[in-house]
């Protein structure tokens, strides 16, 4: 097997939440983020842009070529570091889901790179409505993230892929920008709309889709065309809302995939994607466990600096007390579906200083022997529960991002003081960090 192929550039097209057609959403570790560019260094945007003329961009062509000959493309670095610490990457993930392999690819790809495959595989961000400002994300994901985010960088602009965005105050005197809103472009949903008869799955994440009206509309188009039956869709969902109406649609389709965007328990939760309320996170958990055989779960517990500490805890929980029968039931992933949030690098377990890396390297020796004397965890379990943390850790050890820490505390400082909360309730163990800063 190629150690560099991966299906996505072949089958796979993904659309950013203003638009901008990029590789993926791993590929995005080089400062272009994985941006399909015209020759102009203008970005394909789903807005305006032909997707079939996206797939033979440059940059498409020339990942294809790298993975043709076994090299790793600089986008797909991500891939790359996590399989590197042990880490299942997005790349193995895909091998595994689809039926195409390095013989297709060979065989569906000109010497230039360019091919014609349609694509079954969408990844649809329809803008960044969302409820929640999380740590680890910024205003390119969801608007609630606009007035804080402004206020600490003490500017209405900032830089997104398609260029300099500036948010303006409307006339109730809240800032907003209408870049987020290509959705609204009929050549898109034209192009989409013949697309469908070929789609086999759609990703959709934030903006928080249960939030997005054109979440919904797409929905439809999908039912009204008679291909729902056909199709899987896939959410990262953040669970502070499961209207009636989607668990309607969701019985049509073949396949409902929910990834829940669940990183804690109570404060631990609260904290890290201010302002979701841990109460209201849990009813809908309970609910989506309970939701017919088309639909699977899973916890998408995103790694940080301010829930590294509680992994394992959050696990040890998953396990013994949450009680549930479908989220993470797959023999596989039997725990919690886990990644570190590569970016923004302030908030990356990589940046804690060696004396911090130690004690969470305690933590869950701890954690793995209080794991490995529970006589009612079985040994897969066990051996699963060692795994996280092991690849977690190695990851965190990997790499030295401590010039991030000034930056760390000015941010989580800002934050804390804005949203009424306090790193130390949910990390203690950063006590001695942050007692310099008077927090
Ligand atoms: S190897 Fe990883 S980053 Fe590259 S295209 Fe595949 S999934 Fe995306």
Redesign the pocket.
Known sequence: MSKTF?P??WIFQAVRNNGDIR??C??NVTPNQGVVRHPDGTSYNAGRDSFDEAKNAELMKSIRKNMLDGVWSE??G??QQEEQAGLE???IY?LKAWDYSLTDAKRDTLPDGTITVRSSYFDLRFGNLCNLACRMCGPTDSHTWYEQWAEYHGSNKYQDTHGEVELKRNEKGRLYTADYDWHNSESFWEQIEKNIPYIQHVYMAGGEPMMIERHYEFLNKCIGSGHAGNITIEYNTNMTSLPPRVLEMWKQFKQIRVGCSIDGMGEVLEYQRWPVKWKQAINNLNKVDNLPDNVTAWVAFTVTAYNIFHLPEFMLWKLKESGWKKINSSPQKPIITHHVAHGPKRANIRLLPSELKLKVHNHYDYYKFKVATDPDLNEKIKKKFNKILDSVEKYMMDDDYSEKIPEFIKFTTYLDKARKQNILDVVPQYEELFRTTGT
């Open positions: 991966c996505i550039p590789v993926c791993q590929a986008e797909c991500r891939c990457s997005r790349r895909e």
